[in-house]
C-alpha cells in the first residue's frame, strides 16, 4: 500500500497582497499527476488546509475543484483541521465527502473511536488515527487561580494523555496492523517560519517527539512548513507546506512524503516538489540593489516575488524618491517587488532611521502586530509587558483559528 502524507495548503493565501491560488492550482496539477503515476491509495492532508477560518468562495471552488479531479484515481483522502481552519466549514460537507471516500475530521471528537479509518488490501490491513489540531478546550480544564506555567503544563499534559488514548485504542482494537498517527501540532525541535501563526500559547506548549508513543509506525505531521524529519528512526515527520509562504522560506525545498507499506516493512520516501515561483531577495546600497535587479532573469513559470533592502550611510530623500521608482518601473519582466525597507545608518545613531513599505496590516502575524502596539507604550515596564503578552498568548491559544 503506498500513502502519500502532505500539509498546510493554506488556501486562500496572500503574500504582501498577492494571491498565491496560481501556485496552489500548479501543486495540484503535479500532485494529481503524482498520485496517478505513483498509485498512491491513500492520500493523507494533516491541517491547515485553509489559511482562513472564514475562507473566500475562491479559496473553497479551489478545494472542492482539486477533490473533484481526484475522483478518477480511486485513492481515498484523509483531511484533518489545523489552527487555521474552521471545524464547523471543514466538517459540513462531512457526510457527502464521506461516500466519496474522503473522510474529514475538522476538530476533536466525542469518541476516540471517531478518529480512526481502516484501509485494505491484498497485503496489509492500515490503520489511520486522524487527530486534527486539539484546541485548548479539547485538551484541559481551565481553573481559577491558575499561572501561566499551569497552563503550558497542563497543555503539554492534555496532549500527552490524548496522544495515549490514541495508542491504547489501537492496542485495544487494531493491533497487528500498521498504524499511522497524524497531528497538527508543535515538536520541539522544529525550525519555524514567518508564515506561521503560533499555537497552544505561543508555541511554548510544545511536547517532545515521544509523546506519539511506540505504537505508530509513522507519524504524519502539520503546522510547520518546513519539510522536517522530527525522528527518522521513529518515522515522525512534517511534510511541510507545498509552497513558500514567506521571504524566510524562499530557500526551503518543498516536498510530499510518500510512506510504502508491505506486510514486512515501511519505507518512507521523499518526493521533492518541483517550485513554480521564486521569492528572491535584493540587499545592498541603492546602486548594487538596481544593479541585481537590472541583471535578474526569472526561470520560472510564475513572476518571482521580491523584496529590497537598501543600506545607505546617510539619509537622502533621492535615494527614497529612486526605491519608489524602481518598484514601479523596474522594467524586468517577470519579477514583482512586493516588499521594500530602507535603512540609514546616521540615523539609527539618533533614532530609528528603518522605513518599510509596501506591506500592510495583513502582511504581519496577530503576535506581530501586537508587539508593534506594545513598542508605543513606554510606561509599562519589561515586567508587565511580559505580564501582557502571556495574557495575549493565552487569548489566542483559547480563539484557536478564528482571527
Known amino acids: 500500500m503506498k500513502i502519500l502524507h502532505t500539509s498546510d495548503w493554506h488556501i486562500g493565501k496572500h503574500l504582501h497582497k498577492i494571491d498565491l491560488s496560481e501556485d496552489l492550482q500548479l501543486f495540484f496539477d503535479w500532485l494529481i499527476q503524482t498520485i496517478g503515476k505513483e498509485k498512491i ?8 488546509i485553509f489559511d482562513q477560518s472564514n475562507p473566500s468562495q475562491a479559496a473553497q471552488k479551489l478545494y472542492y475543484d482539486f477533490l473533484k479531479r481526484m ?5 481515498e483522502i484523509v483531511i484533518t483541521g489545523g489552527n487555521h481552519d474552521s471545524v464547523a466549514m471543514l466538517n459540513a460537507p462531512k457526510e457527502l465527502l464521506e461516500a466519496l471516500n474522503v473522510r474529514v475530521v475538522g476538530g476533536a471528537t466525542e469518541q476516540i473511536s471517531d478518529l480512526f479509518f481502516t484501509f485494505k488490501d491484498e497485503e496489509v490491513d492500515v490503520v489511520v488515527a486522524a487527530v486534527p489540531f486539539l484546541r485548548d478546550r479539547d485538551i484541559r480544564k481551565a481553573a481559577p487561580g491558575e499561572t501561566y506555567s499551569d497552563k503550558i503544563e497542563q497543555l503539554r ?22 498504524f499511522i498517527v497524524m497531528g497538527h501540532l508543535y515538536v520541539q525541535g522544529a525550525e519555524l517560519s514567518e508564515s506561521e501563526r503560533e499555537i497552544q500559547i505561543g508555541n511554548q506548549a510544545g511536547v517532545e517527539h515521544k509523546i506519539f508513543g511506540s505504537e505508530a509506525d509513522y507519524v504524519a505531521l502539520g503546522h510547520i512548513h518546513k519539510p522536517y524529519a522530527v525522528s527518522a528512526k521513529s518515522n515522525i515527520h512534517y511534510s511541510g507546506s507545498p509552497i513558500s509562504f514567506s521571504f524566510s522560506e524562499k530557500e526551503d525545498n518543498k516536498q510530499v512524503n510518500i510512506i510504502e507499506i508491505t506486510s514486512k516493512q515501511l519505507e518512507v520516501n521523499i518526493v521533492p516538489i518541483p517550485k513554480f515561483r521564486r521569492l528572491v531577495s535584493f540587499q545592498g546600497t541603492f546602486d548594487e540593489v538596481s544593479e541585481a535587479i537590472s541583471n535578474f ?6 513572476d518571482a516575488l521580491g523584496e529590497i533592502e537598501i543600506n545607505e550611510e546617510t539619509e537622502n530623500v ?8 524602481i518598484i514601479q518601473h523596474h522594467g524586468i519582466e517577470g519579477l514583482k517587488i512586493v516588499k521594500r525597507k530602507l535603512i540609514f545608518k546616521d540615523r539609527l545613531m539618533g533614532g530609528s532611521g528603518v522605513f518599510e513599505g509596501g506591506i500592510d496590516v495583513a502582511d504581519f502575524t496577530t503576535t506581530e502586530m501586537f508587539e508593534k502596539r506594545l513598542e508605543f507604550e513606554t510606561s509599562y515596564d519589561d515586567d508587565f509587558k511580559d505580564e501582557l503578552r502571556n495574557a495575549f498568548k493565552e487569548l489566542l491559544g483559547n480563539l484557536g483559528g478564528k482571527i
Not at 71 to 75: D, G, Q, T, Y
Not at 318 to 325: H, L
Open 41 to 48: 491509495d491513500v492520500l493523507l492532508v494533516s491541517g491547515d
Open 71 to 75: 475522483l478518477p484515481l480511486k485513492c
Open 157 to 178: 499534559d492534555g496532549l500527552k494523555t490524548y496522544f495515549e488514548k490514541i495508542s491504547e485504542h489501537f492496542i485495544e482494537n487494531h493491533k497487528g496492523a500498521k
Open 297 to 302: 532573469t526569472n526561470q520560472f513559470e510564475l
Open 318 to 325: 533621492g535615494v527614497t524618491e529612486n526605491v519608489e521608482d
